[in-house]
């Protein structure tokens, strides 16, 4: 029998993988697309569909969890990914590449289902900080991965695949030889899966303390969404950098956002509390998107990106802490559940408004995302008015 604190290591893996997986993709797929003779609207469509896949299958996968157990729909959904991955390496066409993604979505939609494992085997006490082991996973896998892919893209366009195949190659050799079933039985496992439906939607929208930061979450989402797709596009048009360079910036991306949300972040939020740090993190997301848009020389493009780095790894963290602690400990699963939906929704919206604003010019997705930004910061704005006159 393994030890739950085990297991919870094994679930912590399975959605750090998960978002490796795709954050090593990032950085690779601009330079893959061209190479197919495509454009930035392609990019766009292939982030697209996987994060529209993750949104229809993950109440499937949930669904089939329910019925035949956990740990089948993980060690499944895990070699789905792997075969995904390494589909997305051997590809020769831009069509080929676009079924995988699909293939590799519907696959990376087992979040849910790590979710209600992590349910399974901790307390209600427990409960929060168990889902909390699976964001700090989410966030982790989403930092290391462009910059891992961004430093194997000079090596070949197919290398971050390979390097993302071989990952869950491993993860799920791991999870086959230590990860076992919760126990409990069907219902046991069903009244510990995050139950989304309409009334939850409804009830946790309606209350202002929970929409500002899950409305502050999808515009931030949004709007980081515009660098993704088109940040590589736009330092070989605009700065002929080679992809090895553009992979390099986005390492340095991440090595920052790592040291920002690693040590710096904890200190802040102890002084400043969250709504305090989001209003410093907001303003410098905008100022690194502006740098961006002016940007005519290598100084200036690492300024705008340094402080978009910033901004984004101080506001992330804390809307989530900020939704979390809005909600009661009975809800704290629907409502994180709607909160990551949130962000669901702006990677499907995101990639395909990026592609288009970056093929009607080479600043207008940075001009959209810094729209964004914007109402961004008139929502909090709101937030902070609301909560004083209380």
């Known amino acids: 029998m393994v030890k739950k604190s085990q297991s919870k290591i094994v679930i912590f893996s399975v959605v750090f993988l998960d978002l490796l997986g795709f954050g090593v993709m990032i950085p690779m797929l601009p330079f893959f697309v061209r190479h197919f003779g495509e454009d930035a609207f392609s990019v766009g469509l292939l982030m697209f569909v996987y994060s529209l896949m993750q949104v229809i299958v993950s109440p499937i996968w949930g669904q089939i969890s329910d ?19 390494l589909w997305a390496a051997l590809s020769g066409s831009f069509t080929s590449l676009l079924i995988s993604r699909v293939f590799a979505g519907a696959f990376a939609a087992n979040i849910s289902t790590a979710s209600a494992y992590m349910a399974d085997i901790t307390s209600k006490e427990e409960r929060a900080k168990g889902m909390g082991l699976i964001g700090a996973a989410f966030g982790l896998g989403f930092i290391f991965g462009p910059a891992i892919g961004g430093l194997l893209i ?3 366009y197919e290398m971050p695949s390979y390097f993302a195949a071989a990952m869950s190659g491993l993860n799920l050799v791991w999870a086959w030889m230590v990860l076992d079933e919760p126990i409990g039985n069907r219902e046991d496992r069903k009244a510990n899966r995050r139950k989304l439906s309409f009334q939850s939607y409804r009830e946790t929208l309606s209350s202002s303390v929970l929409v500002y930061p899950i409305l502050l979450f999808f515009f931030v989402t949004l709007a980081f969404t515009q660098l993704e797709v088109t940040f590589g596009l736009f330092v070989t048009d605009r700065f002929s950098f080679s992809e090895r360079q553009a992979g390099l910036l ?6 920052v956002m790592a040291v920002v949300q690693g040590g710096l972040i904890g200190k802040l939020v102890k002084k400043f509390g969250e709504h305090g740090v989001i209003r410093l993190g907001l303003p410098l997301i905008a100022f690194g998107l502006l740098g961006l848009i002016f940007a005519t020389s290598f100084p200036m493009l690492v300024a705008g990106l340094a402080s978009l780095a910033v901004g984004y790894s101080l506001t992330n963290p804390c809307l989530s802490a900020w939704t979390s602690k809005s909600a009661s400990s009975r809800n704290q699963g629907v409502v994180l559940g709607i909160y990551q939906s949130a962000g669901s929704v702006a990677r ?3 990639p395909i408004s990026a592609g288009y604003f970056y093929r009607s010019d080479i600043i207008g997705a940075f001009v959209a995302a810094l729209g964004v930004i914007f109402l961004a910061q008139i929502v909090f704005f709101i937030s902070r008015w609301t909560a004083s006159s209380i």
């Open 67 to 85: 019925r035949y157990g956990r740990r089948p729909v993980l060690l499944l959904t895990i070699a789905g990914q792997a075969l995904a991955f």
């Open 154 to 156: 000079p090596y070949g």
């Open 250 to 255: 986005f390492a340095g991306m991440g090595i």
């Open 348 to 350: 499907i919206l995101g």
